[in-house]
């Protein structure tokens, strides 16, 4: 997929920098170039040999390199590469970037090029969290900045949280994305997946048998035709696939707000199992039996509708909102309902009664409403129906 693909990488000043080793081989197998750059922070943890060697280029370091500047000047070796990744983006990194900041080779290539930039952020999770870092991370994605990480890990500072660099090919995956070339290149799609969990007490809650499984497939399928996903995921049992913006919430209403915040997109998908019902007198502590062998009582309270907000929005309401309907009976008639109820354009509609094995399994069997109809298509394995939608989608875009 990279074969003829250039990528300047600039290798930031942080311990996670050994992994841009292996990340330059994964290129490189794949057959992009790679024209490295580092920062001098970066010399303290792998030397320019190393890179060099693996990379088969000379590493840039200088900005005042008079040979480096006679062959390639510093702002035209940032606009021949097909893609900017940094890895690792520390903190300072950002905050060069953010503030627009040129005061060394890096952050002057980054300040000088209209190519797009792909960071993979690495700190401490304390820095990572800072309301400095995270302002930066809000300016530099408004800016068009593509992120992959920072994973949840240990940190070589004996901590634990997020700031872990994603791993080298998390983000060969994350650069594949970028550079893809298919219909949906240049879009953004907004995919919900998984379940959510509503708190009973700190140690309990409601939740459903969703795995994610669906949702996962399908923001795949979308990264693969070009498109640039953001991925706002319930706590699911599978992995969120890699090369895509990813947000995880707890609740329903975390999820609306993550949704809204992702906004706009060309197109949304909703395929999250979402609770309708949120305990409304949820304790702050856990629940105790008393001895009187009464069952505490719980309130509840609608959760928002996500699907219908988006659907009804008007101003800025994505082109393409696909729902989705989990059903036991009559699912035809049901999800034909709720797509005229909920406003949106298509409805996937299964059948999640035990005796189908769906919900948590690895194959599906759906019916897409539309405007024009139902239209049943057969069962087969998740990844495949993820396919068929996404160039549904891609071809309606």
């Known amino acids: 997929m990279l074969a003829g693909k250039r990528v300047l990488l600039i290798i930031g000043g942080g311990i996670a920098a050994y992994k841009a080793l292996d990340l330059i081989r994964r290129l490189r197998e794949r057959g992009a170039a790679v024209t490295p750059v580092m920062t001098r922070a970066a010399g303290e943890f792998v030397t320019p040999l190393s890179v060099s060697a693996l990379a088969g280029e000379a590493v840039h370091t200088d900005l005042f390199d008079l040979t480096a500047e006679a062959e390639m000047g510093h702002i ?93 090919l998390e983000i060969v995956a994350a650069v594949e994305a970028a550079l893809a070339t298919g219909p949906l290149a240049g879009r953004h799609v907004l995919v919900t997946s998984g379940p959510t969990h509503e708190p ?100 509840f309270a609608e959760n928002p509708d996500i699907l219908a907000t988006i659907s009804r929005m008007g101003q800025g309401r994505p082109q393409l909102v696909v729902g989705f309907a989990a ?39 759906v019916t897409l409403i539309t405007g024009a109809g139902a239209e049943d298509w057969p069962r087969m394995a998740k990844d495949e129906v993820a396919r068929r939608l996404a160039a549904r989608i891609a071809a309606a875009l």
């Open 327 to 365: 059903e036991t009976e009559t699912v035809t008639a049901h999800a034909t309902a709720k797509r005229a109820r909920k406003g949106c354009d298509w409805i996937v509609a299964n059948d999640v009664s035990p005796a189908t094995g769906i919900m948590g399994g690895a194959e599906n069997a």
């Open 76 to 168: 035209q070796l940032s606009r021949v590469a097909d893609l900017i990744v940094v890895a690792p983006a520390t903190a300072d990194l950002m905050a060069k970037m953010a503030q627009g900041r040129a005061d060394d080779l890096a952050s002057t290539l980054l300040l000088a090029t209209d190519t797009r930039v792909l960071l993979a952020p690495a700190m401490n999770v304390r820095m990572w969290q800072h309301p400095a870092t995270q302002r930066n991370l809000a300016q530099l994605r408004a800016d068009g900045g593509l992120f992959v990480g920072p994973n949840d890990g240990e940190m070589a500072c004996g901590e634990f949280g997020p700031g872990r660099m994603a791993e080298p």
């Open 200 to 299: 009973i007490d700190p140690v309990r809650y409601i939740a459903n048998r969703s795995s994610g499984a669906q949702g996962t497939a399908l923001a795949a399928a979308l990264r693969d035709l070009g498109a640039n996903v953001t991925f706002v995921t319930g706590p699911a049992s599978v992995p969120p696939p890699a090369g895509v913006r990813v947000v995880k919430v707890e609740t329903a209403r975390e999820m609306l707000a993550a949704v809204e915040a992702a906004l706009p997109a060309d197109a949304a998908v909703f395929a999250a199992a979402v609770a309708d019902w949120r305990v409304e007198n949820a304790a702050g502590q856990k629940m105790k039996k008393d001895g009187s062998g009464q069952a505490p009582a719980l309130e």
